[in-house]
């Protein structure tokens, strides 16, 4: 049974940061695109981060750009969403998100595996 478990979600103030973790069992992830995906109160779900099999590749919503990084470490299976300078509107619920196949993926089609999701509260 595959298995994404978030975690590292939590109530922080503006501007400051938080470090989401994704830890994948059941399948090795080390050759498939991953994301991350987040959905606030009343809206749709949105792309905020993907990166290719390697790391080498990285792509992120323009309203994260330059405040979150996505990276991964393939021997621990796991993705990581390091968010700085976090604002109110940051404020979600964040999904980890894998891909069957290598690539960056932008919609949530594109993605067989999915996560519970952890909470992100940034308050004003």
């Known amino acids: 049974q595959v298995q994404l478990v978030e975690s590292g979600g939590g109530l922080v103030q503006a501007g400051g940061s938080l470090r989401l973790s994704c830890a994948a069992s059941?399948?090795?992830?080390?050759?498939?695109?991953m994301g991350w995906f987040r959905q606030a109160p009343g809206k749709e779900q949105m792309f905020v981060a993907t990166?290719?099999?390697?790391?080498?590749?990285?792509s992120y919503a323009d309203s994260v750009k330059g405040r979150f990084t996505i990276s991964r470490d393939n021997a621990k299976n796991t993705v990581y969403l390091q968010m700085n300078s976090l604002k109110p509107e940051d404020t979600a619920i964040y999904y980890c998100?894998?891909?069957?196949?290598?690539?960056?993926?932008?919609?949530?089609?594109?993605?067989?595996?999915w996560g519970q999701g952890t909470q992100v509260t940034v308050s004003s």
């Open positions: 998100a894998g891909r069957i196949n290598d690539g960056l993926g932008y919609r949530g089609e594109e993605y067989k595996y």
């Open positions: 059941g399948r090795t992830f080390s050759s498939s695109g």
């Open positions: 990166i290719n099999w390697s790391g080498g590749l990285t």
